[in-house]
C-alpha cells in the first residue's frame, strides 16, 4: 500500500495489484480521439438520475479493462462502481444489465474495469440548473442543448423569482445569449445581488455571450462595460464578478472604421467582430485541454459566432482564445479590425469567486454545432461536483447513492389527453400565422425598415423562429409521452399485484427482493401521477400563452396592412413603429418568459411594456414545456428500469 500511496503524484496514474472487491465501468470521452459525444453525457445523467455514484477522473490514467492488455483513459472519462447495495440488498446483477441495457440503446461502448486503479477523480451528484427567461434573453437554445445532454433537473427562472431567492437549491445558473444591457437592467439591483450572492456562496454562473458580457469587472484597459444609462450602471456594480475587459465595447470617438454589426448606447458603441446566421463559426485554440471544463478537447475548434472579445485580469484562466477564421466565418466588420481586435484574444475562460465559479463562453458553444455542446455538460458537471481527491477504485461496496423521492400520490386527470390536442392545434395555427409574418417582415425589411426597428425584426427572425420550432417538436413528444406514461400506470399497477400474490404464496422465499420490487414500484407510480397531474396543470397556462402570442401576431398583421395607406407624417409613423414593436415584444414575451423591455436601442430609454397580456414572473412557453418534458422523461426512465430491477 506505501508503493502505490507514493505513486499517486506520477502524472499517468497506473494500475495497483490490489485484487478488486466488485467491478467497476469506465466511460470515456471518446474512443476514436475526436471531439466527446453527447451520448457520453446523457448516459451519465441517466445514472445520476437513477443513484449512481459516479467519479469524474481529473487525469489521465491506465488500467485493465475486459481481462485484456492496459488502456489509456483520458482526463474526464466517467468511473461507476457496479458493487453498490441498496438497502442492504446486493444489486450487482442488477446494476450491471441497467448500464449495458441504456448503453445499447445510447450506442456507447463501455469498459470494465476489475483490478485496483488509482486516480484523481471529482464525485458527482445530478446537476441542478437553473436558467434566467426573461426580458433580453433567448433560453431555446440552451433547452436544446440541455435535453441532447441529458440533463432533467432545469428550471427557468424569470427576473421575479431570481429576486426572491429561488436561485437557492441550485448548482449553476445559466444566463444565454440575447441583450446584456437589457437584461442586467431588467434584473435591477436585487436581481443581480442575488446573483452575485449565489456564486459567491458556492453556485456556479455559466454565460454564453449576451451572459458572458453581464459578470465583468473592469480590468487593466479604459473600456466601458455597456451603457452609461443609470438603469445599466446601478444594477451592474452589483454583479461584477471577475477581472476582464471587453474588446469590443468602445467610446464612440475611438471608432474609426466601418462596422456593420454593432449596438448604439449613444456615447457607447458595441461592436461584433463576427456574425451571421446559424451556421456561421469561427476558430478557436484550446490552452487549457486539462482544465474541466475542456475535457475532450484540443487544438482548433469551430465554433458558433462570437459575443464578447476579453483580455483576462489577475486569476482569470484562459482556456480558449480566438485564433482564425473557418470556412463559414461571417464578419460584423471588415476583416482586418476583426482579427486585430480579436486574434490571440480569450473566447472561452473560467474564474473563482468567493466559494463559486464564473464560466463565460464569448461564441455560443449552445447553438447550431453539435460537437461544442458537451463544453456546457462539462461545465454543468463540473458546478455539481466535490473537489478533486485522489480514490482507489473499485472500493468495498457502497450504498446506492439517496433513495428515490417519495411523491405525493395524486389522481390521474382524465381529461389530460383531450386538453394536449387543444393546444397543440393552437400551437399549429399560431406557426402557419407566424410563417406568413416572417415572408411579410423579410419582403420589408430594406424597403421600410423604419416602420418596424431593426433590433426588434432581429429578435423576432432569429429568436422567435427557433423557440416557434422548439415548441411545435415538444408538443408532439409531451403527447407521446403522455400516452406511454398512462400505459406504464396501468402497467405499474398490474405487475403491483402481481407481486403481492407472489408474497403471499411464497412466504420467506425471495421476500426481500419482492418487498424490494414493490417499495420501488410504488414510488414508480406515485412519480407518473405526479407528472401527469403536473402535465394538466400547466395545460391550461400553455393555452393562454398561445392564444395571446395569436392575438398579439394578429395585431401584427393589422398594423403592417395600415402602412400601406398611411401618410407619411413623423408623427404617425412613430406610434405606429411603436406599436408593431411593442405587440412583437408581447410574442416573444409570451415564449420566452418574464416581462420584456423597450430598450435603448429601441426607444431611447428602459421602460417595461406594461400590458395586462404579460404578468411580472410569468413563465414562458419555452420554459414550461422544458420543465414539463423533463418531469415526463424522468418517470418515463424509473419506469423502464424498475421494469427491469423487478424482472431481475
Not at 437513477?50 to 485484456?68: C, M, N, R
Not at 451571421?276 to 478557436?284: C, I, K, N, Q, T
Request: glycine share 8%; with cysteine.
Amino acid at each position: 500500500m506505501t508503493k502505490i500511496a507514493s505513486g499517486l503524484d506520477r502524472r499517468h496514474l497506473t494500475a495497483g495489484c490490489l485484487r478488486a472487491a466488485d467491478p467497476c465501468l469506465i466511460i470515456p470521452l471518446h474512443d476514436d480521439g475526436k471531439n466527446p459525444t453527447l451520448s457520453v453525457y446523457k448516459f451519465v445523467n441517466r445514472l445520476l438520475q437513477f443513484g449512481y455514484e459516479i467519479d469524474w477522473a481529473q487525469t489521465p490514467f491506465l488500467t485493465s479493462v475486459d481481462g485484456k492488455k492496459r488502456r489509456k483513459f483520458p482526463a474526464g472519462s466517467f468511473v461507476v462502481p457496479l458493487g453498490l447495495r441498496m438497502n442492504g440488498y446486493n444489486s450487482r446483477r442488477f446494476l450491471i444489465q441497467l448500464t449495458d441495457q441504456i448503453a445499447d440503446e445510447l450506442c456507447l461502448r463501455t469498459y470494465h474495469l476489475t483490478a485496483r486503479t488509482f486516480l484523481e477523480a471529482r464525485r458527482l451528484r445530478e446537476p441542478r440548473v437553473a436558467i434566467y427567461s426573461d426580458a433580453g434573453a433567448d433560453p431555446t437554445a440552451f433547452s436544446v442543448c440541455l435535453e441532447k445532454l441529458g440533463f432533467t433537473i432545469v428550471h427557468f427562472l424569470t427576473r421575479r423569482e431570481i429576486a426572491s431567492g429561488s436561485l437557492g437549491g441550485h448548482d449553476a445558473l445559466i444566463i444565454p445569449g440575447g441583450d446584456s444591457s437589457t437584461i442586467v437592467a431588467a434584473l435591477d439591483t436585487e436581481g443581480c445581488r442575488r446573483i452575485r450572492e449565489f456564486v459567491r456562496t458556492g453556485g456556479t454562473y455559466v454565460g454564453a455571450c449576451a451572459g458572458a458580457f453581464i459578470p465583468s469587472q473592469r480590468g487593466k484597459l479604459d473600456r466601458p462595460l455597456g451603457p452609461q444609462a443609470k438603469e445599466f450602471q446601478e444594477p451592474h456594480r452589483h454583479i461584477e464578478l471577475i477581472s476582464f475587459d471587453i474588446l469590443n465595447n468602445f467610446y464612440r470617438d475611438k471608432v474609426d472604421f466601418p462596422a456593420w454589426t454593432f449596438m448604439d448606447h449613444g456615447d457607447i458603441v458595441r461592436v461584433f467582430p463576427f456574425s451571421g446566421e446559424l451556421s456561421s463559426s469561427v476558430r478557436v485554440r484550446v490552452l487549457k485541454p486539462n482544465h474541466p471544463i475542456m475535457f475532450g478537447y484540443s487544438g482548433l475548434i469551430d465554433i458558433h459566432m462570437a459575443g464578447p472579445v476579453m483580455q483576462t485580469g489577475s486569476g482569470v484562466n484562459t482556456l480558449a482564445v480566438f485564433d482564425s477564421p473557418s470556412p463559414r466565418t461571417e464578419y460584423g466588420l471588415p476583416a482586418k479590425e476583426a482579427w486585430k481586435i480579436a486574434r490571440g484574444k480569450a473566447a472561452i475562460i473560467s474564474a473563482r469567486c468567493g466559494k463559486g465559479n464564473v464560466i463565460l463562453f464569448g461564441p455560443h458553444p449552445e447553438e447550431y454545432y453539435e460537437h461544442t455542446h458537451p463544453m456546457i455538460g462539462n461545465a454543468l458537471l463540473f458546478a455539481a461536483s466535490d473537489a478533486s481527491r485522489q480514490i482507489g477504485v473499485p472500493s468495498s461496496q457502497q450504498a446506492l447513492g439517496g433513495a428515490p423521492p417519495i411523491w405525493e400520490k395524486k389522481e390521474l386527470t382524465s381529461g389530460a389527453g383531450r386538453a394536449v390536442s387543444e393546444v397543440i392545434n393552437t400551437q399549429r395555427a399560431l406557426r402557419e400565422k407566424a410563417m406568413t409574418l416572417f415572408s411579410k417582415f423579410t419582403a420589408i425589411k430594406d424597403t421600410q425598415s423604419d416602420l418596424v426597428p431593426v433590433r426588434i425584426l432581429g429578435w423576432f427572425l432569429y429568436s422567435l423562429g427557433p423557440a416557434i420550432q422548439f415548441a411545435e417538436a415538444k408538443f408532439d413528444e409531451l403527447r407521446t409521452l403522455l400516452v406511454e406514461l398512462l400505459q406504464a400506470h396501468s402497467s405499474t399497477s398490474f405487475l403491483e399485484e402481481q407481486l403481492r400474490a407472489y408474497k403471499s404464496q411464497h412466504v420467506g422465499k425471495d421476500e426481500f427482493h419482492a418487498e424490494q420490487s414493490l417499495r420501488r414500484l410504488q414510488l414508480t407510480r406515485n412519480s407518473i401521477e405526479a407528472a401527469v397531474a403536473t402535465c394538466s396543470h400547466v395545460l391550461p397556462r400553455l393555452q393562454a400563452r398561445l392564444t395571446s402570442a395569436e392575438e398579439a401576431l394578429a395585431e401584427v398583421q393589422s398594423l403592417l396592412e395600415q402602412t400601406r395607406t398611411m401618410k407619411s407624417e413623423a408623427q404617425e409613423t412613430s406610434e405606429l413603429r411603436n406599436r408593431i414593436g411593442v405587440e412583437i415584444m408581447l410574442v416573444i414575451a409570451q415564449f420566452t418568459g418574464g416581462e420584456h423591455l423597450l430598450v435603448p436601442w429601441y426607444d431611447g430609454k428602459f421602460s417595461f411594456i406594461n400590458r395586462p397580456d404579460i404578468k411580472a414572473g410569468q413563465r414562458g412557453i419555452v420554459g414550461i414545456l422544458m420543465e414539463t418534458l423533463c418531469s415526463l422523461r424522468r418517470s418515463k426512465f424509473l419506469y423502464r428500469h424498475t421494469y427491469t430491477f423487478v424482472s431481475n
